[in-house]
C-alpha cells in the first residue's frame, strides 16, 4: 500500500514537472519572439533614422531651422492619405512623411535627385519602401493627375517657379475636394541660412493674392511658428 502511495506521487510529480515544463518551453518562446521584435523594430527605427541624415544637398543645420517634425505636425493626420511631395529632391520631407501618410508622391524636376531617393529608399523597411513613389516633373507642370492626392507639400521651392499662379491652377487640379495645400517659404527678411537672394524670394502677400486668385479657399498664414519661414495652407 505504501509503494502503492509513493508511485502514485511520483507520477503526480512527473506531471508536474511535465506541465511546468511546457510552461517553462512557452514562456522562452514568447520571450525570444518578443525580443526578436524587439531587435527588429530597432533594426528599423536604425534604419530609418539613418535615412532622414544621410541627404547631403541639404543646408547645414537644416532640422534646427526648419523644424521639419512640428511642421509635419501642423499637417494634421495623415494617416490613409496620400501626400504629394512637389520639390521632393532627395528625399528630406518625402522619408519623414512615408512615416505616417499611406503614400507618399516624391515630385522633382531633377531626375538625379530622385534617383538619389530611390537608392536610399531601398534602406527603409519594406512596408516604407512601398509607400514611395518617384516622378519627373516638368517645370510648370507637377504632373499630378486630376484630384490624385489629399495634401499637396511644396517646400523651398514655390520661389523658382516662373508663372505662379498657373502652376497653383495646376495644383488645385490634383487635389481632391477638400484637400489641402501647405506651403513653407522664406520670409523677406535677413536670415543667416543659407536661402535665396531676398529679390528671389516670394513675399507672402503675393503668395495669398496668386492662391485666392486660383480659387482656393480658407487661406491660412503662419510667420511665427518658423524663425525664417512662413507657412501657408489653403483648401480646394
Not at 508622391?105 to 536610399?120: F, G, H, T
Not at 499637396?152 to 508663372?163: F, G, H, P, Q, Y
Amino acid at each position: 500500500m505504501i509503494n502503492f502511495v509513493i508511485y502514485l506521487n511520483i507520477m503526480k510529480l512527473k506531471h508536474i514537472y511535465f506541465i511546468f515544463f511546457i510552461i517553462l518551453s512557452f514562456l522562452l518562446g514568447s520571450c525570444e519572439q518578443a525580443q526578436r521584435k524587439d531587435i527588429d523594430s530597432e533594426i528599423k527605427k536604425d534604419s530609418t533614422k539613418e535615412i532622414l541624415t544621410i541627404p547631403k544637398d541639404e543646408n547645414k543645420d537644416r532640422e534646427i531651422w526648419q523644424k521639419p517634425e512640428l511642421v509635419i505636425s501642423m499637417m494634421g493626420d495623415l494617416s490613409g492619405k496620400t501626400v504629394a511631395d512637389i520639390g521632393a529632391g532627395t528625399g528630406y520631407f518625402t522619408f519623414r512623411l512615408a512615416l505616417q501618410a499611406n503614400k507618399v508622391l516624391a515630385i522633382d524636376i531633377e531626375k538625379s535627385y530622385l534617383e538619389i531617393l530611390d537608392n536610399l529608399k531601398q534602406k527603409l523597411p519594406s512596408e516604407i519602401q512601398d509607400k514611395i513613389e518617384t516622378r519627373i516633373a516638368k517645370e510648370d507642370n507637377p504632373q499630378l493627375k486630376d484630384e490624385e492626392v489629399d495634401l499637396i507639400v511644396i517646400i523651398n521651392t514655390l520661389n523658382v517657379i516662373d508663372n505662379k499662379l498657373d502652376y497653383l491652377k495646376t495644383l488645385k487640379q490634383g487635389l481632391k475636394k477638400g484637400g489641402k495645400l501647405f506651403i513653407i517659404d522664406f520670409k523677406m527678411k535677413n536670415i543667416p541660412i543659407d536661402a535665396p537672394d531676398i529679390n528671389d524670394r516670394l513675399p507672402i502677400y503675393d503668395l495669398e493674392k496668386d492662391l485666392n486668385k486660383a480659387g482656393f479657399k480658407n487661406i491660412r498664414t503662419d510667420d511665427t511658428t518658423l524663425d525664417y519661414q512662413y507657412i501657408v495652407v489653403a483648401e480646394k
